[in-house]
């Protein structure tokens, strides 16, 4: 059998380039040499969306990117998170393996408390435990099934070393039940800028929409925040955000061309916008088509998502019955 390649994405917002460069583009292209499991990681977003009728809308966005930018769902396993009635349990036993210091320190946790302090406020205040957990719910995503390798952006590399330390926890336990994955993360697109120049993220509105409608998706382009360099002025094309997204999609020759008139002079960023609007929608020409039909059909979307669900449940029972019947609850 193939090894594993595992990810998740959560229904928090629209998938932007972002996502699409660092997690979906790396994962569909491990599909020819591995089984895929691709899925919506609803339960995450529950952490920080209290929405019940924006959190179904954006797992029907989430789950039709994943399938028109060509996840194959009858080859590969493809599904909803929260279908999986395996994971809670898991992540309970999984808990019991995991040092409380290591949660202290996760980043998304730190970050929360540090902001807290700054404001002179409890260091837990509006702190959910879901928040506090997040780490070991991942880790069991990633366990249940015995995942080889996990595709993801930079942001989450200290999900994966924690995911890691809970397996190697376990095993130096009860011996070598649970497999320990390696993270996937490319270097040359592990950190993609938004529109304000911060990494792009739906937490910081300043994503590009892979499949906003024409009209937004040139807007949110055109909104890239540049200095006030005039066209004929020289610019560094090092630490400048529009550059680094034109790099992403211009072919090699124009890069270079590009790079030139950054230097000498010549590069006017509104041009250079319009441009980088028209290289995104024709990257994503096909993907946008099909996009807009899978959305209005959401009976198929729910049925390709049941269906991944009962295959991920196949996979993952002889795991979770390993890992049971190793602690004694078997
Ligand atoms: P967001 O930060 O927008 O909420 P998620 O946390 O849902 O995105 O991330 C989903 C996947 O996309 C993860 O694997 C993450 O590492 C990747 N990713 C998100 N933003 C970027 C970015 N700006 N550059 C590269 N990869 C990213
Ligand atoms: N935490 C990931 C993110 O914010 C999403 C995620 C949940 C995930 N479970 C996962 C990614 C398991 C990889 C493997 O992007």
């Known amino acids: 059998m193939k ?88 992540t309970w036993i999984l808990s019991c393996f995991t040092s409380k210091g290591l949660l202290n320190r996760a980043h998304a946790y730190k970050a929360a408390m540090d902001e807290n302090l700054a404001l002179g406020h409890d260091p837990d205040e509006g702190i959910n435990a879901g928040l506090f957990y997040y780490p070991v719910l991942m880790a069991a995503d990633i366990l249940l099934y015995g995942s080889d390798v996990v595709p993801v952006g930079l942001d989450q590399k200290q999900h994966i ?41 739906k937490s910081y509105d300043n994503t590009i929409p892979i499949f906003a409608p024409e009209k937004e998706l040139r807007k949110r382009v055109m909104r890239i925040v540049t200095d006030s360099k005039r066209p004929e002025d020289p610019k560094d094309p090092t630490n400048d955000n529009l550059f680094a997204l034109l790099q992403f999609f211009a072919s090699p020759e124009r890069i270079e061309e590009i790079r030139q008139l950054y230097v000498n002079g010549g590069a006017a960023y509104g041009t250079l916008k319009k441009e980088l609007a028209e290289l995104i929608l024709s990257h994503f020409s096909d993907a946008r088509e099909k996009f807009n039909t899978l959305i209005e059909d959401k009976p198929y979307i729910d049925k390709v998502l049941m269906q991944g669900a009962e295959k991920a449940r196949e996979m993952g029972k002889p795991y979770l ?10």
């Not at 229904?11 to 919506?40: D, K, Q, W």
């Not at 330390?165 to 070598?176: L, P």
């Open 3 to 90: 090894p594993i390649a595992l990810t998740g994405i959560k229904p928090t917002g629209r998938p932007h380039i972002g996502n699409y460069l660092g997690m979906y583009r790396p994962a569909l292209s491990l599909m020819e040499n591995y089984l895929g499991m691709y899925f919506v990681a609803d339960y995450h977003a529950l952490t920080s969306l209290n929405d019940p009728a924006m959190l179904q809308s954006l797992v029907y966005e989430v789950a039709a990117s994943w399938l028109a930018l060509g996840l194959d769902p009858e080859e590969h396993i493809f599904f909803r998170q929260s279908d999986i009635p395996e994971i809670p349990e898991f």
């Open 161 to 201: 070393e924690i995911t890691r330390d809970i397996a190697e926890a376990f095993n130096r336990t009860y011996g070598e039940v649970l497999k320990v994955p390696e993270g996937l993360i490319q270097e040359s697109v592990m950190k993609v800028p938004g529109i304000d120049g911060r990494k792009m993220s």
């Open 321 to 330: 019955k390993a890992a049971r019947k190793a602690t004694g609850i078997d």
